[in-house]
Nanobody
Framework: QVQLVESGGGLVQAGGSLRLSCTGS????????MGWIRQPPGKERELVGA????????YYPDSMKGRFIISRDNAKNTVYLQMNSLKPEDTAVYYC????????????????WGQGTQVTVSS
């Protein structure tokens, strides 16, 4: 199973931007759909977005469209989450996710999870 390590979290002021990175181990990174899932404090996990193996198509829930951009660089075994115009309600632990199926990520049941990275947006 692919192992995932996130980085790039931290404290950001409202309106700012942050870029998270997730690096996967293994030789078959490009065979996985990848995504990001977050869990705000006291709330359930929710999907940020998910991208297919090639990265040519990405799905975002309506609530995430416009401010969050997922990209991937299979040559570097890395997927990114660019977050813009951050709001305090974006404060959450952000998890990288991987699965052979894009659907599994969309319904919050990926086969692999990263350890999570904390993003805190201050006002």
């Amino acid at each position: 199973q692919v192992q995932l390590v996130e980085s790039g979290g931290g404290l950001v002021q409202a309106g700012g931007s942050l870029r998270l990175s997730c690096t996967g181990s293994g030789r078959d990174f490009s065979s996985y759909a990848m995504g990001w899932i977050r869990q705000p404090p006291g709330k359930e996990r929710e999907l940020v977005g998910a991208t297919i193996r090639s990265g040519s198509s990405t799905y975002y829930p309506d609530s995430m469209k416009g401010r969050f951009i997922i990209s991937r660089d299979n040559a570097k075994n890395t997927v990114y989450l660019q977050m813009n115009s951050l709001k305090p309600e974006d404060t959450a632990v952000y998890y990288c996710a991987a699965d052979q199926s894009l659907h599994a990520i969309v319904v919050l049941t990926p086969g692999s999870w990263g350890q999570g990275t904390q993003v805190t947006v201050s006002s």
